[in-house]
């Protein structure tokens, strides 16, 4: 699964808007619409922030690990 996949999938699981997400980590609406149709992905600092808001690992949302605790 992509690193996009991961992230919207989870947006979906908690309920939370693209709008939200956008506002609350202080990116734009179409930054995270590029994300979305993967024409960029989210830098290393913006993982770690996205990592950090859904109380995940980077090693999650990067796919390298089913458990969204586990940093390898």
Do not use: C
Not at 15 to 36: E, M, N, P, R, S
């Amino acid at each position: 699964m992509t690193i996009s996949k991961k992230i919207f999938e989870l947006l979906q699981e908690k309920g939370i808007t693209q709008y939200k997400f956008a506002k609350d980590l202080g990116l734009t609406h179409g930054q995270v619409t590029d994300w979305k149709v993967g024409r960029s992905n989210p830098t290393v600092e913006r993982l770690i922030k996205v990592a950090d808001y859904f109380d995940v690992s980077v090693d999650y949302l990067l796919g390298r690990t089913e458990n969204p605790k586990i940093n390898l």
